[in-house]
């Protein structure tokens, strides 16, 4: 598929990644049709949240990011598109911002660059090129705001992309089921 790999390493690997790409809708797909046949829910039906939590994660995504449970469910959907390594990703900038000491931002910047951004990275998330090598600078002087726009596109990425399908997911869809039998809202699906 990718030929004179030596001689155009960039070009090779952008197609990599379109292949990954596609190679993760296709399997999305599968993925859904599986879903919808079957009748066991993609997490335990065990866990009930009240129907305002639950109804809230639709209100924005904001809301959701806020939200523990909401962050849990969001995440074990990702997992199904294979793409749980942008929330991942976010999660560790979120984590990263609150830091404090200076030698600690500097340490963990360079261990989130090497498990997220940097090229074959174990956890590489979906950003271009340009941001990645920014990033890459940023790291030479770590402060808190190092990793602001990549963490920006991805989170721009997950809104666009991975929320709507997960709003439309049968499993949230049987929360909201769930979480209106039980909780104490009376409030109508809107
Ligand atoms: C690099 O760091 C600056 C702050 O020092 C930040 O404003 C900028 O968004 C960062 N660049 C990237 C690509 O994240």
Redesign the pocket.
């Known amino acids: 598929m990718c030929r004179g790999l030596a001689a155009l390493p960039f070009a090779c690997f952008e197609r990599a990644k379109e292949f990954k790409t596609r190679l993760r809708l296709l399997l999305h797909k599968t993925e859904l049709g599986h879903e919808l046949s079957s009748s066991k829910p993609l997490w335990g039906t065990k866990m009930r949240y009240s129907s305002e939590e639950v109804l809230g994660w639709k209100q924005s995504f904001d809301q959701l990011l806020k939200s523990k449970n909401g962050l849990s469910a969001f995440h074990t959907f990702l997992k199904t598109e294979f793409s749980e390594e942008n929330l991942e990703f976010w999660l560790a900038c979120e984590d990263y911002k609150k830091t404090r000491s200076k030698s600690k931002l500097a340490s963990k910047a360079n261990r989130i660059f090497e498990k997220f951004i940097q090229n074959e990275a174990p956890r590489e998330v979906n950003i271009d090129h340009e941001?990645r090598e920014?990033?890459r600078?940023?790291l030479t002087?770590a402060?808190s705001?190092?990793?602001?726009?990549?963490?920006?596109k991805t989170r721009t990425l997950m809104e666009k992309d991975s929320y709507p399908r997960f709003l439309k997911s049968t499993s949230y869809w049987k929360m909201t089921e769930q979480a209106s039998s039980h909780g104490t809202s009376k409030q109508s699906h809107t």
């Not at 705001?145 to 920006?152: I, K, L, R």
């Open positions: 941001t920014l990033t600078k940023n002087s402060t705001a190092c990793f602001d726009e990549a963490q920006a």
